[in-house]
């Protein structure tokens, strides 16, 4: 059966990826000379009740080859892996799991970037997962997941775009529009390039924002909503988003690495559209 | 020749020189280039020696009133564009008014005279010059091309004044062949057609005036019989200036409305005396001493409420009028004026009046100066936006946000002219415009016939409106994308504006004294009272602020920091479910403007 191994920025939860059979290999977060394993070592709440207390921001790394290389090895050599990851974009944690597939000569191993990033990653590694539940062999799973790559899109609603600046996410000319008055910036993401949309004054414009987004992608085909310490406005968010869309709606938290940037009070909406838009 | 009721104007002097007109002088049969243009400088003098009281014909009782300005700059424009030297030409000097008019357009009313322009343009046609037919037609062109650059035309306004008119033109011209006499009938014409606008628009009859626009109209007619007739236009207008000069500025405010439709439009009984005073605590409800003391002489601008009577009548009796009021209790603050004597005494100093009233067709063309620096627009990605904005805190955040700023607003709406510089630098061929006032929008939405850009017209009324639509600008997003989304982002945006009544009146059954701080919600007028606090608290409290998340109080130029906290404080306290931005927008006349959303 083919397994499925994910970085820990995809933030799909512990009990979901074990329930799956799903391997995790964790990026590294610094808060100065210290070192934490993303998830293992500090855990979301954890990682944000550190960023109040800090004027520098953290930075991350991308796991070694060499960790991934552990991951793979873990994992029965009859059995092929497909490895999804955060855009190449964001992080260089695909170039380490291509490193190491390629040191395991004679191994199946499938590195994909997902172009995307959180819950982006999660939900096309959910796409395998289901594809490999249903019985399909490595070359379907795979095929699934390059079909819906491009369709994977994120809107996150920041409360402001600090971090994002300070994580040399956006470029400060960029972060100075539209400064002098109290927005809420949105940025979206897909196919691994980040957009800055309008910005929005309030949740309740950015909840719609949110929504229009989906529909011009063509309505949702799988849909999650996660935050970052704005559990309130996830929820806010996540009954919009059900009375327009109907359909399941996953809840999840943004992990320490997007949470970097995006900073505290963000919420946002991951989603595949029915079109690539 | 002329009935002897209907003379046009308000001045002796006008009495006299027309009293022998048909006699003395031989009647003009053909209008061409040249009488066309002393014709229009002479509208241009009147218009400007009356802009005052088209400025206060506001329905409104707030301070912007600018529909004389408008149409002035307007009107400037036109004749401008004549140039210096004469041509007997009258199609060619025709089109180069409408050209002109039409560059300068300012303000709702000064869009619609650039049409009636147009129009007159269009009916000469090649003509090098036109008889009382021809000019018949070009009146009957006008007011067809007028009314087709209004989307919906309402009765009542500028453009009733028009057609009525064009009507008396079409009337006059089979019977005679002296221009002097069908302008006489035209103008007799605008002046009922004015009086009457009151019985056609509610919201008129309620504020006790007659349509600005529409009066305006009447003034340019006016101005152009004087010409004809062979008057001394500028002297007149120098005289009328300095006489307006001459009223306190109180009496201004609240009594001038109607003064200029009556004392233009019921000239037989001479100037007569300005009578002013006030009752406190009639004896008599004030319906009832306003119906009592109207007839009882010309211009009445009865104003106030049970509490307090304000009384201004223009009478030959004064005497008898005094007498009668204080039946319903005792006068204050009397003043009698001998507007004759005044008169003559202006009129006797003429040079100086003529210097004085020199500044009056002057100083719009300083102000237009300062009106036109129309900043470059910025660029966002594929599509300019140009933001029409008054107070430097609106221009930086609007600058800010990435747009070109025309300086404008309230009471300097910007010109079509202004408009078109600031959509020619913008840094992209497809530019929106933000009008963010309700007098700019037609100004914005001729632009686009006269440029090679793509223009769109977001039609913002208010300055968060503008903003809310701006902030909605995709920078990635098409032009016509763009402008869908942008509008649609206007309605999301309430809009509260505090600012100071000039004038009592009653609005939507809300009554309002001189000097009251007032709110208009989402441009109504909703509350009133005297204090800032208590006037916002009641207009949001009218809204309804129930799935509003945030308000943003952008402070005017006059307000200091520590007023504007304090405001924002006390907001805050009164609706703690809403997050307030303090903002200073640094805008005239507006203490404060809101924006909840």
Redo the contacts between chains.
Sequence with gaps: MTRLVVDSTCDLPTDQMDALGIVMVPLQVHFGDESFKDKIEMDTDAFFDRLDTVTKLPTTSQPSPGQFIEAYEAIPESEPIISIHIAEQLSGTVQSARLAAKQLTGRDIRVIDSGSVTWGAGLLTMVAADAIKEGLDADAVEAAVMEAKPRVRMVAILDTLKYAIMGGRVSKVQGAIGSMLRVKPLMAIQDGVITRLAPARTWGQGYQKAVDDIKEHGGPERLAVIHARAPEAMKDLKQILEKEFGGEIQEGTIGAVVGTYAGPGAAAVAYIGKKAG | MPARGSKPSADRASEKAKAGTPEAAPAITRCDGVLFKRSLHGSLAWLAANRDKVNELNVFPVPDGDTGTNMLLTLEAAVDEMGEEDNSDLSAVAGKVAHGALMGARGNSGVILSQVLRGFAVGVGDRSSVDCLGLAQAFAEATTVAYKGVTKPTEGTILTVARRVSEAAAARAETTDDIGDLIQHVVTAAQRAVDETPGQLAVLREAGVVDAGGYGLMVILEGFLKTVRGQDVQAQAAARSAAQAARPAAAVAATAPKVGAHALATPEEGWGFCTEFLIEKPSQPFEVVREKLTPMGNSAVIVGDDSLVRVHIHTLDPGGLIAHATAYGPLQKLKVEDMTQQHHEILSREPVAADAGEPASEAPVAAASNGTNGHAAVS?GNVGVVAVAVGDGFR??FE???AGVVEGGQTMNPSTEDLLQAVEAANSDFVIILPNNKNVIMTAQQVGDLCAKEVKVVPSRTVPQG??AL??????GGLDANAT?MTSALD?IHTIEITRAVRSTSVDGLKIKDGDVIALVNGKIQKAGSEHAEVIDGAMDALGTD?L??V?IYAGADVSEAEAAAIAEHVQERFPKL?V?Q?RGEQDHYPYILSL?
């Excluded at chain 2, 902030?471 to 990635?476: R, V």
């Design positions: 966002t930086r955040i800010d946000l990435g903003i809310s902030l909605n600008l995709d920078p990635d989304a999301g799935g998340e945030l943003t997050s931005d903002q959303e």
